[in-house]
């Protein structure tokens, strides 16, 4: 199995993200896991790992080609996925977005994604049935219509695609029609917010049994200031006592993912009330050195 991550930018959070998913898997590297690769347009943050991934350096210009002729930024992620298929054939790959852990069996991902089934973090039901603006105005706009050669009907699924599971046989083929389909969408003006998104999840439940990975893989992206806050402290205590990876993949084992739920969704009506008080209630004698 290929792991792939895709981390750019220069947020440190969302590489110490990256890092901390990669000490999760690096526990099972005797058990199949193969090349851990990083995408990346800063391979500086990587030094640390240098020895247990392959980081492939990509500039800003490769990020822009990628976007494609509709300057649509998540395209990437496809592109990044046919990249880095093509550098190791024959071989599943594993795609994790940075706010990814491995909490369950190693072991049974590993024999699902060798069996033929392919993986996303989880269904979020079909998509014609979802009641948010955005996925009501996106089925508006695309049901019972042909896209990358599939028409879509009430039954297609959106599915979270933190995690993108493809097994080696058949997974080129179903990589290059996610890029139609995503290419397509594009091409009809549909709203963009989740195009990659449900260009994977259309091209993977046609092409393969698709199951959920959430039974191996925690995704926590929407409690990512509570898993920053533990994953930082987990780091600073590693680089003040001097741990290595080997150190630090010891230490995971020991690490209580049980004690930060991975889901916590807030009302906007919080947000909106956090940012009113911070308006009327300002800080006061604020200093910096002179």
């Not at 297609?156 to 058949?170: E, K, L, R, S, T």
């Not at 996610?178 to 290419?183: H, K, N, S, V």
Request: proline content about 5%.
């Amino acid at each position: 199995m290929n792991l792939l991550y895709l981390v750019f930018g220069e947020n440190v959070r969302i590489h110490f993200q990256a890092h901390f998913s990669i000490l999760t898997f690096l526990r099972h590297r005797p058990a199949g896991l193969g090349t851990i690769t990083v995408v990346t347009d800063a391979p500086d943050f990587y030094r640390h790992l240098a020895d247990h991934v392959t980081v492939l350096p990509v500039s800003a210009a490769t990020l822009q080609a990628w976007r494609g002729e509709f300057d649509f930024f998540w395209r990437i992620k496809i592109k990044a996925l046919e990249h880095v298929a093509a550098l190791y054939p024959g071989v599943p790959l594993l795609y994790l977005d940075s706010d990814t852990f491995l909490h369950g069996s190693f072991t049974d991902l590993h024999k699902g994604l060798a069996a033929g089934y392919a993986y996303m973090h989880e269904p979020e039901g079909a998509l014609a049935a979802l009641g948010s603006k955005t996925e009501k105005r996106m089925w508006q706009q695309i049901g019972r219509k042909t896209f990358g050669g599939i028409t879509l009907h009430e039954r297609h699924q959106m599915w979270n695609a933190g995690v993108v599971g493809i097994p080696a046989q058949g997974g080129p083929e179903a990589i290059a029609l996610a890029l139609r389909i995503c290419d397509d969408l594009s091409r009809a003006g549909v709203t963009p917010r989740l195009i990659e998104q449900f260009a994977l999840a259309l091209a993977l439940q046609e092409r393969f049994e698709l199951r959920p990975a959430r039974p191996f893989i925690g995704h926590y992206w929407s409690n990512k200031e509570e898993w920053n806050e533990a994953i930082a402290s987990f780091l600073l205590e590693s680089s003040l006592k001097g741990r290595s990876v080997t150190e630090d993949v010891a230490a995971v084992a020991h690490f209580n993912f049980q004690a930060v739920p991975v889901v916590k969704k807030l009302k906007n009506t919080r947000w909106r009330l956090v940012r009113l008080v911070d308006r009327l209630f300002p800080p006061r004698q604020v200093r910096y050195v002179e």
